[in-house]
């Protein structure tokens, strides 16, 4: 179900803040309506930068990434392997559910 693949997910993206190799990650589930956002704007400008450019090694995609026309420049750092994550965490899920929220729209996951 799409509220069990949201688990793994927001599971997986607290490990990359835990780990340190994020200090923060912001995940918004827009409204049917309201999906137009400063990120769709971002991935638009590099949407037309990549369309300019011939890429054919992860460098080159790094290289016009950062040297793309988006400010703040954006930092790219490499994930270079994942495991089987779900297989991982589903041992450590509880069942409790979130309380005293009506809609899940947007989680913020901070390094302390």
Request: hydrophobic content about 45%; charged content about 25%; cysteine-free.
């Amino acid at each position: 179900s799409l509220l069990q693949e949201n688990r793994y997910l927001l599971s997986f993206l607290s490990a990359l803040v835990d780990l340190g190799i994020f200090r923060e990650i912001v995940l918004y589930f827009l409204l049917v309506g309201h999906t137009g956002n400063s990120v769709d704007q971002l991935f638009s400008i590099l949407t037309q930068e990549f369309k300019k450019a011939e890429m054919k090694t992860i460098e080159e995609l790094e290289e016009i990434i950062v040297n793309s026309p988006i400010s703040p420049k954006p930092e790219v750092e490499r994930l270079l392997f994942t495991w089987d994550w779900k297989g991982f965490i589903s041992d450590h899920f509880s069942d409790k559910e979130l309380s005293n929220h009506s809609f899940y729209n947007a989680f913020s996951l901070v390094s302390e």
